[in-house]
């Protein structure tokens, strides 16, 4: 594979490799693995966890505990030993005391629970409970769990009300922080889909199944280039305890239509071997308004278009992960991953559509529209992980994934008089069919050089055939189905991306720490049709530098700085065209002329112990936003063209002050607010544009506890008017309610909410561009009030090893398919 040639020549890196997949197993010493839980459960991360003798309690070597409240101990001699685990606000507690016969035992310490020492919580000020909103240093954590108005909700329902983040069902797309180009990740994988398939699978992800939702606006080296406005990791919960448990849920909702939801997820551990597995299946059937407006100026006269389209999609998702996880030693573990997905959208759409000129009505339309959107997916992953010993580790993947988009439609055109009367009939057919198939190689290496220095390194290759064939038929009355060869193609992509990176974490001390870190992406990318060959030939090499620097000032404060350089690639879909008819003047197409954009973003924040205010300012050049406005003639017709385009220079300057506040001993407030000044200025379609806009966005949750077991929240969200490339939206805003109980025991829980409570969630959005002569406004109106019960239920014993948190080596890629 052409990554490995990146190493000391072009066999030399191949044999280095294959040789440690066979050396590394055969390295072996004896590992004592755990888990430390408070009483509610939940991961004590970061305590301290101390291997003691036995005979005489004396230290022999220590570990920190992981986010997942897992610990590894590796650097020991045979002996008998007790394990202790410490924090500050618990109860001190040690395990049985065990045996490690030899170097290559491998033993597995009972689940430690530790208990709040309530004495010291009196005099110290320590809150367990998580808040829902979490502001850390380089990324706001959203606790999915924690929320009570989550319940029953989709994935892509939280996201809606995360802070920062503005999704558009109508468009497919999302932004963070006022910028496009988002990576969406699950489980830390970033996922190579359009943005629309993306939403269309978050939008059948159960929060039953979401842990916590990361919005990480300046990722590490480690991670791709690709995306100026950062990452959102989708986190899926896991269980970190012994023997065999699951948790399934079940949940119903009613909109203007009903939903229905559920889920099963199981672990299981037998000695050396994990099993785990997820499966969840969602029904939703929407009622949907959606609304546009349009004018323009031709031969003197003013032309008017008013559509109106209402639609009943229907969407039913199946999701399902299975792996294992195989323990050959104390020092190597491999894993097999397959998950996968069956996104079956199907829509009904009735469109009222009437012209006129000169304010006086021409013609009517009626036009009726039955499409079906049906994605599968399927995934593969091998997984090899070393460890050399505790602070040196090497990682590799290889991925394979599968993908098929099939997404065909049907127009019936009904034209009118302006009396009302019957004039002629137009039939509208389009297939579209897209194989996607990837393979992913990934090599990371990991080294602790003493207590100040951490090394990461790794490569990287990517290889990815995409076929995408479309074809446009026409029916009138006066012909039968005919061809139109300037809508019809059929196009393949080959690229390949290469890629090595290497990082420096330098602690300097306690207060001081800095990140320095260098990623380096070739890309060949070649665009073909079945009569011309390199309609895009591209091969270019960038070097996407990032930096960290984090001071603490004292007890309670600290402030950090960081730059990086980022990448956004035109999407499959957006590269090979599409086309949408949204009404007989109206397309939405893709754009094989899209430029890849850079953006250099630097960020600065200043934290007080949980009050944060942060600093963001980014250059992006030849940024991609897509459905942007565009005119041209066609035959005898004004076409409107939604399109992506390269927009010349985008600036984005964003303010955000985030802060808890405890008002009384029963409720709880978590307060985000985000401010963003955006420009931009380009050359569109030969008219040179600059346009600037304030926005606001503030997202609050109230925590409310009633009685033990009983709670409730109040949250909402307010967004003020703001860009879109060069289209603007208008304010949007929402308020949601719920309420939980959990049984004693914390097995039943019970959820009521309801979103969206006022139905003031509608988006409206206008482009006024009056050189080009266009000027367009909509309103979409997507159901989003639903009154939802959900119950889940947890079941099994509590002793059972999670799922090992790992990334594939294809998360980049999923991303690229996922984003149309």
Known sequence: MRIFYLLKGKFVGRKLFFLSLFILPLISVAQIQGTVHDTNNQPLSYANVLLLNQKDSSLVTGVSVSDQGTFSITNFNPGKYIVKASMIGYKTTFSLPFVIKSSKDHYHVSPIIVEEDTKLLNDVDVVAKKPIYEQQIDRMVVNVEKSITSAGNTALEILEKSPGVVVNRQNGSLTLGGKEGVVIMINGKENRMPVSAAIEMLNGMSSENVKKIELITTPPSKYEAEG??????????????????????????????????????????????????????????????????????????????????????????????????????????????????????????????????????????????????????????????????????????????????????????????????????????????????????????????????????????????????????????????????????????????????????????????????????????????????????????????????????????????????????????????????????????????????????????????????SFTYTNENDAIRRFQPGQSQNQDKNVLYLTSKNLDQVTTSSLTLSFPLRLTKWWNMQNNFNGIIQNVKTDYDGVNLDISLKNFRYNAINNFRIIKGLTAELSGFYNSPSLWGVSRSKEVYSISAGAQYKSKNEKHTFSLNLNDVFKTQIYMFSSNIPELNIHNQGRLDFDNRVLRFTYTHNFGSKKVKAERKRETGSEEERRRVEKE
């Open 228 to 613: 100026d406005a950062g990452m959102i990791n989708v986190v899926l919960k896991k269980d970190d305890d012994f023997g065999t448990n699951g948790v399934y849920t079940l949940g119903a909702g009613m909109g203007v239509d009903g939903k229905l939801n559920g889920s099963l997820t199981l672990n299981h551990h037998v000695k050396k071997v994990n099993f785990y597995g997820m499966y969840s299946y969602s029904y939703d059937n929407r009622s949907q308004l959606i609304s546009f407006y349009r004018q323009y100026m031709q031969d003197g006269q003013l032309h008017e278009t008013n559509s109106d389209s209402y639609r009943e999609p229907v969407n039913i998702y199946r999701n399902y992960r299975i792996g294992m996880d195989y323990t050959i030693s104390s020092k190597t573990v491999i894993g097999l991953l397959s998950s996968g997905y069956v996104a079956d959208w199907k829509m009904d759409a009735k469109n009222n559509i009437y012209y006129k000129t000169d304010n006086q009505v021409t013609s009517l339309i009626d036009q009726r529209v039955d499409e079906s959107n049906i994605w599968n997916h399927y995934m593969g992953n091998f997984n090899l992980e070393h460890f050399f010993k505790e602070n040196e580790t090497l990682e590799f993947n290889f991925d394979y994934l599968h993908y098929d988009d099939d997404n065909p439609s049907n127009y019936v055109i009904q034209y009118y008089n302006n009396a009302n009367q019957p004039t002629s009939t137009e039939g509208i057919r389009i297939t579209k069919k897209t194989p996607i198939n990837t393979f992913v190689s990934k090599l990371d290496y990991v080294r602790n050089w003493g207590r100040l220095i951490k090394v990461e390194s790794g490569l990287k290759n990517s290889v990815t055939r995409f076929k995408n064939d479309v074809s446009v038929s026409d029916k009138t009355d006066e012909s039968d189905w005919i061809i139109k060869p300037e809508l019809t193609n059929k196009y393949s992509l080959k690229e390949d991306i290469s890629a090595a990176y290497t990082s420096f974490n330098f602690k300097f001390n306690e207060m001081t720490s800095m990140i320095v870190g260098f990623r380096y992406e070739y890309t060949n990318t070649v665009l073909s049709t079945v009569t011309e060959h390199g309609i895009i030939d591209r091969h270019y090499g960038k070097l996407f530098p990032t930096m960290f620097f984090s001071r603490g000032l004292g007890k309670d404060n600290s402030i950090q700085f960081s730059y990086s350089r980022r990448i956004t690639r035109p999407t499959f879909n957006e590269l090979a065209p599409f086309i949408i008819f949204q009404s007989p003047d109206t397309y939405v197409a893709g754009n094989e002329k899209l430029q890849p954009s850079i953006s250099n973003i630097v960020k600065g924040d200043f934290k007080h112990k949980s009050i944060l205010l």
